[in-house]
């Protein structure tokens, strides 16, 4: 059974650091993309990156460009967050497709799978 679990949410200061993490289970992570979508209080969702399984491509919200990373170890990615702002707060979702690229993955409803989510709060 595929699984995705999310931790690491929690309250950050403007320009702090957050690191996420979505452990994925019950399937092959070298044949789909992870895509990390996030939503905002009274707002709605809005893909923030993705990375390929199969050859690791990436794609970024120009929103997060410069500040947030993806990244994977085995079966766990990975969001570094810096530079953190106000409006990053929501909840954050890991999310999976099988596919081989990252070309549509900011399309939050490409997704099949979809983990719990975890909150985070940027605030002083």
């Known amino acids: 059974q595929l699984q995705l679990v999310e931790s690491g949410g929690g309250l950050v200061q403007p320009g702090g650091s957050l690191r996420l993490s979505c452990a994925t289970s019950?399937?092959?992570?070298?044949?789909?993309?992870i895509g990390w979508i996030r939503q905002a209080p009274g707002r709605g969702r809005e893909g923030v990156s993705c990375?390929?399984?199969?050859?690791?491509g990436t794609n970024y919200a120009d929103s997060v460009k410069g500040r947030f990373t993806i990244s994977r170890d085995n079966a766990t990615v990975y969001l570094q967050m810096n530079s953190l702002k106000p409006e990053d707060t929501g909840v954050y979702y890991c999310?999976?497709?099988?596919?081989?690229?990252?070309?549509?993955?900011?399309?939050?409803?490409?997704?099949?799978?979809w983990g719990q989510g975890t909150q985070v709060t940027v605030s002083s």
């Open positions: 999310a999976a497709d099988f596919a081989e690229t990252c070309d549509y993955g900011l399309a939050y409803g490409l997704y099949d799978w």
């Open positions: 019950g399937f092959m992570l070298d044949y789909y993309i």
């Open positions: 990375l390929s399984g199969s050859g690791g």
